[in-house]
């Protein structure tokens, strides 16, 4: 089991993010905390602080910011992981996280789709991590970096869905800008009804937005676009 340390200013963020991390497989929440100092106290100084692997840290805090806890922890060695979950979204704060150590970068508002991905993604860089001792070659090198990185593989295929269709899709879809399931199927070679399955599939994983598309005859197309 992951041990998980919740760190949010919110009581009702901390609520669902309680409620996230009890929706998933492999992690337990070990402790909560509400700001930046006592988030230091639970990492550093204790009992349960062996316990904790990875933290999902607020960047901003009435007694200080998420960068501060990192620093901090940096200074001390303490080598936990840091998934940044936060409204912030400049690339000075961005830039700062990662080279202070933190794996992932979430913004809110996110859905249990999103959360459930970078978790996974966290969990088998770990796994891939474990795996790896002694001196590593650039594929294993590559390997755990990559697990890091999000992948359609994340996205549980439904029955009667294939997975590598859904890549080609998916792939349609980064590239292509807001597509409707006519333009999708056009592109593939794939008929529209196939076409909108996928589509509906990414954007309930949460992968993919809808919009009502107007200003053509007839009633308004539903259009998808990638959520970057």
């Keep these: 089991m992951i041990g998980v340390l919740l760190v949010d200013d919110e009581a009702l963020t901390l609520d669902l993010h309680r409620e996230y991390v009890g929706r998933l497989d492999g992690f337990r929440v070990i402790a909560e905390c509400s700001g930046a100092r006592s988030a230091l106290r639970a990492l550093l100084d204790s009992p349960a602080a062996a316990e904790i692997d990875l933290v999902l840290l607020d960047m ?62 966290y969990a088998r860089f770990r796994e891939r991590a474990s795996e790896t001792t002694g001196t590593t070659t650039q594929a294993e090198i590559d390997a755990m970096f990559g697990a890091l990185r999000p992948t359609t593989a994340t996205i549980p295929t439904p029955k009667g869905l294939s997975p590598e269709t859904l890549e080609r899709v998916s792939a349609q879809l980064r590239a292509g800008g807001a597509l409707s399931a006519r333009e999708a199927a056009e592109r593939l070679g794939m008929s529209r009804v196939a076409a909108r399955r996928y589509l509906e599939h990414l954007a309930d994983a949460g992968r993919a937005a809808r919009d009502q598309r107007y200003g053509t005859p007839g009633r308004p197309e539903t259009e998808y676009r990638w959520r970057s």
């Excluded at 936990?80 to 794996?103: M, N, P, W, Y």
């Excluded at 992932?104 to 991905?117: G, I």
């Design 60 to 121: 901003t805090m009435p007694d200080g910011s998420g960068l501060d806890v990192l620093r901090h922890l940096r200074a001390r060695a303490r080598g936990v992981d840091v998934i940044a979950i936060t409204s912030v979204r400049e690339a000075d704060v961005v830039r700062q996280a990662v080279s202070l150590g933190a794996v992932q970068y979430l913004v809110k508002p996110f859905t249990f789709a999103d959360f459930r991905e970078r978790m996974t993604q």
